[in-house]
T-cell receptor
Framework: DQQVKQNSPSLSVQEGRISILNCDYT??????FLWYKKYPAEGPTFLIS?????DKNEDGRFTVFLNKSAKHLSLHIVPSQPGDSAVYFC????????????FGKGITLSVRP | DTAVSQTPKYLVTQMGNDKSIKCEQN?????MYWYKQDSKKFLKIMFS???????INETVPNRFSPKSPDKAHLNLHINSLELGDSAVYFC????????????FGSGTRLTVV
């Protein structure tokens, strides 16, 4: 029962171009969404988040877009850099006691120099 | 000054053994978690503790027993290890349960042979 889906296992882009990572969710209760970045042999690190009351949040080269009606969010990285090569996890949670983050299975991004 | 530290980083053991993984956070967070990343790369929550109290137990076999001696520590003890327990186990903490980003440890790769 995957409530958070990242259907593309990998993405390869040229340095300087835009990377678009997609994520879909099924649980209508989710109201907070996050992206995590993970390098090999390290734990995931928080990248950017968005609340369901917004449809866009931007932080430097990273922008997250949320389409609630489609239950879809995306992470845009512009311009992409080789150091962005990592696994990106989409995660979601809902407001309430004992809430938890539910993760997708991740997308491996490779940025070619 | 590691925020969330877990030990050991690698653990190789035989079927049937009992082992423990330790986790400590120095962020002053109230909530700690154990996540498992299996061979399919999904990050799935196992347990969550808030101020030493168990608040989430995601139908994990009772061979897995978390222990929280204080809110800065959450250890995971596994009895009678099985081949299927091989995975990467991540400890994480957050300011409170709910819509807060988690800080993850670097993971413990458990291999059962």
């Amino acid at each position: 029962d995957q409530q958070v889906k990242q259907n593309s296992p990998s993405l390869s882009v040229q340095e300087g171009r835009i990377s678009i990572l997609n994520c879909d969710y099924t649980n209508s209760m989710f109201d907070y969404f996050l992206w995590y970045k993970k390098y090999p042999a390290e734990g995931p690190t928080f990248l950017i988040s968005i609340s369901s009351i917004k449809d866009k949040n931007e932080d430097g080269r990273f922008t997250v877009f949320l389409n609630k009606s489609a239950k879809h969010l995306s992470l845009h990285i512009v311009p992409s850099q080789p150091g962005d090569s990592a696994v990106y996890f989409c995660a979601a949670s809902y407001t309430g006691a004992n809430s938890k983050l539910t993760f997708g299975k991740g997308i491996t991004l490779s940025v070619r120099p | 000054d590691t925020a969330v530290s877990q030990t050991p980083k690698y653990l190789v053991t035989q079927m049937g053994n009992d082992k423990s993984i330790k986790c400590e956070q120095n962020l002053g967070h109230d909530t700690m978690y154990w996540y498992k990343q299996d061979s399919k790369k999904f990050l799935k929550i196992m347990f969550s503790y808030n101020n030493k109290e168990l608040i989430i137990n995601e139908t994990v076999p009772n061979r897995f027993s978390p222990k929280s001696p204080d809110k800065a520590h959450l250890n995971l003890h596994i009895n009678s290890l099985e081949l299927g327990d091989s995975a990467v186990y991540f400890c994480a903490s957050s300011q409170a349960s709910g819509n807060y980003g988690y800080t993850f440890g670097s993971g413990t790769r458990l291999t059962v042979v």
